[in-house]
Every structure is written in structure tokens, then in C-alpha cells.
């Protein structure tokens, strides 16, 4: 499992904001994971959720392993590009590293029971995992947006 550092959640955090800011993307709610990433986007039509998945991907994943490769500081730069070399050689639509899953679980949001759960599903996975507390707590969420806190790593649109 790949706990990303705090560079490599950066480059989520920008990717995210170039989404709103360039394309036009509403970041709903967000948690990122050491493992995993969960979003609330909406894609105000074209292109699908699929085609903004992968852009996203494909887009963080080079500069993530840019990241890597780049930083003398990073301890664990050998297994990590030795483990995404080898995720990239059993994929036939990779040719070197792998770094993200090929596989998404998008879910329609498509009524307000599906909303307010999917928000608690997000912004529990740090309390569940046992890093946190409270939701609120975690940086790398937009529990705190939720909460009405100052400290906001990313301004999200408020489900209300």
C-alpha cells in the first residue's frame, strides 16, 4: 500500500483545483486516503465521469512518479518504483509504471438519501481507519468545509 507523503496528496490537491478553476468541475467533497481517493464531482455535462477519472489519473499519476523519482528525500523511492514497475508490466495498457488501479466505483448521486450518505461514507473513512477522531480533523478532507471551519485545505460547493 502506498501512503502517499505530503507532496504527492499536493498534487491531488492541485489537480483538483485546476479541475474547478480550468475545466469548469464542482468539487462536491473530497478524502484522500493513504490508499485511496473519494470524490463528490460533478461533471456539468461533457466530458463522462469516466473521461474526468482518467484524465485525473493519468494526469497525477506522472507527476506523482515525477515526484518520486525527483526527491532525494523520499526513503522509499527503490520499492516504490520497483512496485509500480512491476503494477505497469502485468497491465497491458501500461508500458512502464502503474500507479493508479484501472478500475473507479463511480456511483450516480441520484437522490438525497444517496447524497447524505455517500457524504458520512467520506468523511468517516479517516475516523474508521483510526487516524482521526472526528472527521473534522483530517486535513486531507473536506469534512472542515462541512463543518463550517475556517481551515480549508480547497473550497468545496456545500451539498446542502
Known amino acids: 500500500m502506498y501512503l502517499p507523503e505530503c507532496s504527492d496528496r499536493d498534487i491531488l490537491i492541485e489537480s483538483l483545483k485546476y479541475c474547478q478553476k480550468n475545466e469548469g468541475r464542482d468539487l462536491c467533497a473530497f478524502c484522500i486516503m493513504s490508499s485511496h481517493i473519494h470524490l463528490i464531482i460533478g461533471r456539468n455535462g461533457e466530458p463522462t465521469i469516466e ?84 472527521a473534522e480533523e483530517y486535513v486531507y478532507s473536506s469534512a472542515s468545509n462541512y463543518a463550517g471551519l475556517p481551515e480549508k485545505l480547497i473550497e468545496v460547493l456545500l451539498i446542502k
Open 51 to 134: 473521461a474526468i477519472i482518467r484524465d485525473f489519473k493519468k494526469f497525477t499519476a506522472i507527476e506523482i512518479l515525477k515526484s518520486i523519482q525527483g526527491s532525494p528525500e523520499e526513503s522509499r523511492k527503490d520499492f516504490l518504483l520497483h512496485h509500480f514497475s512491476q503494477a505497469g508490466a502485468r497491465n497491458p495498457n501500461n508500458s512502464t509504471f502503474q500507479i493508479w488501479q484501472q478500475h473507479n466505483h463511480p456511483i450516480e448521486l441520484n437522490s438525497n438519501d444517496k447524497i447524505s450518505r455517500c457524504l458520512n461514507y467520506i468523511h468517516q473513512n479517516p475516523v474508521v481507519a483510526g487516524i482521526v477522531c472526528s
